[in-house]
């Protein structure tokens, strides 16, 4: 064939996949490009932030005038009690907690200190917390009659950004892994499930799958730690708590990418949905940075994907070695998502028969 027929080729199969052209060649440069200012800043403006009285002296007012002056520089939120404050930074649903005096508005009181409580093991909010107390200790003290000191407090254990770091990519790889192997998986041995299919359902063949996947998911993850023991690093990848955050992860998630590709019947287009998946949940669930650094829509999005709530298990359990039960509400409902995308697969099984 000439060069002219063979270009002829190119673009009548252009006219056939204009839809994964257009990805590829034009929604993709602009992902990426975005991404460029997803972190405009080095300090977060709208890091979420705990109000909390410091004893029963402190009045209402003193709470509303506290949380006005911090919402200029933080998305500050009311909480009546300190245990609950701290409940809330261990599950990053705030990155820090501010206790506030008594007596604040009396003019006859010289001296105020506040306490700036941070989590040692949210790495990329430790240093910019700093600036953040410098902020907060110019706005309090310009808004109140006494002498302000804010007092900065790390608790939990304190991560290096190694070992934070590594607890990010086990995710990684268990995202990766879900939409990339196990649609691959598929793709190759499509001619042998409808083969299968003459001896059993299409349902149990991908169940199989399922199943014998998330149990080859532990070599991964004995690497990661063996890995983790070999480098010295404070981290618990084998926690109870990692484990399940993750398994439920890879299941939800394979489950999905295996509907993709019953529902595109095995095909190349399946695979290709799949990895515009994958960067979306890599780039929008918030994997490695507090979500004070987004904006407010993205931030509201990232709050919305599963995701973000595994990881934050995830990291949790490696890291701090939290119980359980501080995340019950979570896990209940991740796993009725995890049930309903086993359902999805099931569904699609069906319109994969019904359709053939």
């Given amino acids: 064939m000439s060069l002219l027929s063979l270009l002829r080729k190119e673009v009548h199969w252009s006219k056939h996949n204009v839809i994964a052209l257009v990805f590829l060649l034009v929604l993709l440069p602009s992902f990426f490009a975005y991404t460029s200012v997803a972190f405009e800043t080095v300090i977060p403006r709208d890091a979420p932030v705990a109000v909390v009285p410091q004893d029963e002296e402190v009045t209402d007012n003193d709470m509303r005038i506290i949380e006005g002056a911090l919402v200029q520089f933080s998305d500050p939120t009311v909480v009546e ?11 990053e649903s705030v990155y820090a907690i501010v206790t506030v005096p008594p007596n604040i508005t009396d003019e006859t009181e010289d001296n105020a200190t506040f306490r700036f409580i941070v989590d040692g093991s ?54 990766l892994v879900a939409f990339t192997y196990v649609p691959y998986n598929l793709a190759r041995e499509s001619a042998v499930i409808d083969r299968l299919r003459a001896e059993a359902s299409l349902e149990a063949v991908l169940g199989a799958k399922l ?5 080859a998911l ?8 063996a890995a983790s023991n070999y480098l010295e690093y404070s981290i618990d990848v084998l926690a109870p708590g990692s484990v399940l955050a993750l398994a439920l992860t890879f299941v939800f998630l394979s489950a999905l990418s295996m ?58 359990a490696m890291l701090k070695g939290l119980d359980l039960s501080l995340f019950a509400d979570w896990l209940a409902l991740l ?22």
Avoid: C, W
């Avoid at 199943?211 to 149990?215: G, I």
């Avoid at 995890?338 to 053939?356: C, D, I, Q």
């Fill in 218 to 225: 532990a070599i991964p993850l004995v690497v990661f730690q």
């Fill in 122 to 175: 949210v790495v990329p909010f430790k240093e910019p917390s700093k600036a953040i107390r410098n902020i907060a200790a110019f706005q309090l003290d310009r808004s109140l009659p006494a002498d302000v000191s804010v007092q900065r407090e790390v608790v939990a254990p304190e991560s290096s950004l190694s070992e934070y770091l590594l607890s990010i990519l086990v995710m990684l790889f268990v995202i």
């Fill in 211 to 215: 199943v014998y996947f998330t149990a």
């Fill in 81 to 91: 009690s300190e245990q609950r404050a701290r409940d809330m930074l261990r599950k």
């Fill in 259 to 316: 509907a993709v590709m019953v529902l595109f019947r095995f095909s190349t287009m399946g695979r290709f949905v799949n990895v515009v998946l994958l960067l979306g949940l890599i780039g929008f669930s918030g994997l490695g940075y507090p979500v004070g650094y987004f904006s407010t829509l993205r931030k509201t999005l990232v709050r919305l994907l599963p995701t973000h709530h595994t990881m934050i298990v995830a990291r949790s």
């Fill in 335 to 356: 796993g009725g998502f995890t049930l309903a995308t086993l359902v999805v697969l099931k569904l699609s099984a069906v319109y994969y028969r019904v359709s053939a």
